[in-house]
């Protein structure tokens, strides 16, 4: 694990998530500020038809939403489509950094354009490559043995994002490394643990400002290692 390149990964990181939304926003103004499916009505709700869909954050619920539109309204990126369960065309769903890859693949699946496939592709590979760095250095400051490490030093509990494709959050409880993975218990979900790949790259940046916080990650191992 090489931590001294840590701060380097991170930062290219955040570049590489701040890059994607005036990526998307750019293409949308070269559109009119909307790219939409063109539909006749009669559509039945499923993959073939509707094949980009997500969980989108609504303001009581979090609907798995097939999308149809992406448009922009006061520099905000935001999404209509139907609602998996209800059938009902929803609208206004804000998109947030975790859910830019899924805009992407709906820009290049509506539009065609070779440069959302290339975008989409970078983003995925930049990112998993990132993300795999980051759950190693956090996997070397975790006891070898297998032993849970609380997550419990701070006056507040640490809120993450346990899912890459909606909003879903949660406090940390503990992590634990089991066979090459590191898994993660959440507070309100403890008989839901997860390993790390599944959480978003901005909370595994905040896991390990926190063990480097509190001792687990020492400044001077980045030089060392």
């Known amino acids: 694990m090489n931590l001294q390149d840590f701060y380097q990964i991170t930062s290219y990181l955040n570049l590489f998530l701040n890059g994607a939304q005036p990526f998307i926003k750019d293409c949308l103004r070269e559109h009119g500020g909307k790219v939409s499916m063109q539909l006749n009505g009669d559509e039945e709700l499923n993959d073939e038809n509707f094949p980009v869909c997500a969980i989108f954050e609504g303001r009581h619920d979090r609907p798995y939403i097939r999308i149809t539109s992406v448009y922009l309204n006061d520099d905000m990126i935001l999404v209509s489509g139907y609602d998996d369960?209800?059938?009902?065309?929803?609208t206004g769903f804000r998109v947030y950094d975790s859910s830019n890859e899924v805009i992407i693949k709906f820009l290049w699946h509506v539009l065609g354009l070779e440069t959302t496939v290339k975008a989409s592709k970078t983003f995925e590979i930049r990112r998993d490559a990132l993300k795999a760095e980051m759950i190693d250095c956090i996997k070397s400051a975790l006891p070898q043995n297998g032993e849970k490490l609380y997550i419990n030093k701070d006056q507040f509990d640490l809120t993450v994002a346990y899912n890459?494709?909606?909003?879903?959050?949660?406090?940390?409880n503990f992590l634990y490394i089991s066979g090459e993975s590191v898994?993660?218990?959440?507070y309100n979900e403890p008989e839901n643990e997860m390993e790390l790949e599944s959480f978003h790259e901005k909370s595994l940046i905040d896991i390990i400002d926190y063990l480097e916080r509190h001792g687990y990650i020492r400044p001077s191992e980045r030089q060392a290692q």
């Open 85 to 90: 369960e209800t059938g009902q065309l929803r």
């Open 164 to 172: 890459v494709d909606c909003e879903c959050s949660d406090e940390l």
């Open 183 to 186: 898994t993660a218990s959440l």
